[in-house]
């Protein structure tokens, strides 16, 4: 270990303690992708990185299983069951390293081909100190450090991912109807109604997740929607997904921003590139 | 002013560094100091107490020697256990609609396609940290010949710069500084925090080791299914597989390296990537570049951020 007798911060104390060889013992290494800003913001609440934990799921579909007017439900749960298991096994990750929850995650959606996905999660594992009772569930949230930090600070705590996905399909026009079509002004309703029903299912879905966790609501919601037309395939895919989170015993904590006025103008009143 | 030379530390110029064998550190004489720094790092860095030193690099052209675990995983593969290169991770994908993989060879040889497997490319992983390790290396002799107290901002990257397929060019670099009270240390720290990162470090109680790297990788030939064959849909287990095994490999080397002198690493760079091959293969990579920690104080004052909201639109 280190030394450790305590001494003041500062470049003195810091090259001093470099002079001391370091002695590896049965530390345990801490491992964290967090930049020296998010570790001041998370130690500042109380939680220390513990490791980097990682999770993948992928999943593929038959994207002609979807007819009109009715869900892709292969084709929907090929895509939850890719998140999900990308959540599993970050969550199994943070476990088996009794950690209290993951932070400053970066999630991605791969799209491989065009009935491929893969999701991949990435983040730091932290401990709190002594802040969440609840050790057997920890937590994993889309949530980056700064926002973590801000909804610890004003009384909340997240609980888990929520996802909501929901495909739709809608009638294709046949030939003539997009050729009369094509010289009218007219809504495509299929279409619109699609796109209702499908973020209609996917907020449903959601919602149903953050009900199971106890949460009181959701925030940072992340959509992504995606119209698949072909010759073959006629759909609108609804990925929604957000951080439950719960409201602490002590209830909403003010943070009283201070309002600042900048004295520097907008961009483009002073010089008119910039 | 406030530029260091290499006497003004006492330590002289260096007669015989560890990089000895071709790559003599710049030993100009300095009128001044050079920095990659921005306004911004520069001042930050002063306010901690430190000056820069001078503009210093690393750099190394390899050959990434990766197709021998992609042979002896091919054949290793197939036969369903590994005849691999030590005893990292391989594990075998037969075809979803279960052909046979011999029935499939004697009738109509459809098979093959079908059949998937992934082979950790320890090979790869190993060329790539050896790449990154020499970059390091001679960075950290420069900065010793310098006299310096340690280096803040390294970009550490690759790339293909010179040579043909199959080399890469590694780089380190970033700018030595000095503190002007200290006898130099045995070795300088290193760390790929920007300057204002690294003066919060310090305020937070932690100190910048070193720099420490992570590569893994997995060879994967992709069954049926992980090629996206929609007539077997569902959850796939070959993509995660791969991935959660490269992760854990760069993760825990990293780990390891950062253990041997701090007790943390922060400040992650990392970079999932799929590198295609032969075929419809490819190798997942993981690389994971950080700065090992120590902490020497805990007694940093409370750093607690007001919040502010600003009015202009």
Known sequence: MSPSTPSTPGIGTALAALHEPFVPADQHTFVSDLTVGELVLLEEIGFRPVDIVSGAGSASWNPQFTTAGTEGTMWGRAIAAAIDNARSGILEELRTRHADGVVAMRLELERERANLLTCTMLGTAVHGTGRRPDAAHPFATTLSARDFHLLVRAGYHPVGIAIGVSVVGFAARSASQSLGLARDNVELTDQTTALYSSREKAMEMMEREAAELHADGVVEVQLQERPVNSLLTHAVEFVAVGTAVCRGSEGHKDLAPEFQLTLDDPPGVTFSDR | ?313
């Open chain 2, 1 to 313: 002013m406030v530029g260091q030379t290499p006497d003004a530390t006492g330590t002289g110029p260096a007669t015989a560094g560890p990089g000895d064998l071709v790559f003599h550190p710049d030993t100009r004489q300095r009128s001044t100091w050079t920095s990659d720094l921005s306004v911004a790092e520069a001042a930050a860095v002063r306010r901690v107490g430190l000056v820069p030193a001078g503009f210093v690099m690393g750099t190394a052209v390899m050959q990434l020697a990766a197709a021998g675990g992609q042979l002896y995983g091919q054949w290793g593969g197939m036969m369903g256990g590994s005849l691999g290169r030590g005893n990292g991770y391989s594990e075998s994908y037969p075809c979803a609609h279960t052909y046979g993989y011999s029935t499939g060879v004697g009738l109509g040889g459809a098979a093959s396609e079908h059949y998937g497997f992934s082979v950790e490319d320890s090979v790869l992983a190993a060329s790539l940290t050896d790449g990154y390790r020499l970059a390091i290396e001679r960075l950290h002799d420069e900065a010793t010949q310098l006299g310096a107290h340690g280096v803040v901002g390294v970009d550490l990257f690759f790339e293909n710069l010179v040579g043909s397929q199959g080399t890469a060019t590694f780089f380190a670099r970033g700018t030595a500084v000095t503190h002007p009270a200290t006898a130099p240390l045995p070795s300088p720290f290193m760390t790929n925090a920007s300057g204002q990162h690294f003066e919060r470090l310090i305020a937070l109680g932690y100190v910048p080791t070193g720099l420490a790297v992570g590569v893994g990788a997995v060879y994967v030939q992709p069954n049926c299914q992980a090629r996206g064959d929609f007539t077997v849909g569902g959850a796939i287990r070959q993509i995660p597989a791969a991935i959660t095994v490269a992760r854990s490999r760069a993760r825990s080397s990293l780990a390891a390296m950062a253990h041997r002198s701090g007790e943390g690493v922060v400040h992650t760079d990392w970079t999932d990537r799929k590198v295609n091959r032969y075929g419809e293969s490819w190798d997942q990579l993981a690389i994971a570049l950080g700065t090992a920690v120590r902490r020497y104080s805990t007694e940093a004052e409370p750093l607690t951020p007001r919040p502010v909201l600003p009015l202009r639109p």
